[in-house]
């Protein structure tokens, strides 16, 4: 799995995050390639810029990508939002063919010293990530009050949390082993709009 945190502060409550989400998958057998937000982090997207090639943070996140089977972000909310330098990376690595979030399992999780936990930047992250065909876990994990929520060696000092923490990712992992080694559920899914059969209105997936 890649894991990074889309933080590019040095002292990044997320990026506390993403190590313990690491180690976590770890502890259950997973591999992890623990990446920083720096890695990735690209010059604005403009078409024009493009026509002159990828820049090398770009080329960097798609590779990444590539080579694994999940993903993992701990993201900032900011305003309410997500980070800027993730959207512009997003950005970026989508306009490659193929396209690698496409199909890839991904799980979304953040710190915030707020109640809320950066929750709402989550939601706004789902959005341009699932439009790009990524399979996003539906839970997520927000962790609220982050400042005062990390032990001293680095773990969730709250034990309660902690374990949620936990079963959160191990429900994360058995789904991504699932689907790379047990592809069996096929789905057809045919939308009748009330005319007679034709291609051009019948949806199928």
Known sequence: MLVFSASLRAKSLNTRLAKLAARVIEDHGGTVDLAAMSEFDCPSYNQDAQATGFPPAAEQFRSRLEDVDAFVIAAPEYNGSFPGVLKNAIDWVSRYKPQPFNAKQGMLISASPSM??????????????????????????????????????????????????????????????????????????IEFLGEHPNPATDRVE
């Open 116 to 189: 809320v936990g950066g929750n709402r930047g989550l939601w706004a992250l789902r959005v341009p990530l699932e439009h790009l065909g990524a399979r996003m876990y539906p839970d997520m994990f927000s962790l609220a009050q982050a400042h005062q929520a990390f032990s001293p060696d680095g773990k969730i000092a709250n034990q309660t949390v902690a374990d949620r923490f936990d079963k959160t990712f191990v429900g994360f992992l058995d789904l991504v082993e699932a689907a790379k080694h047990y592809p069996c559920a096929k789905k057809a899914w």
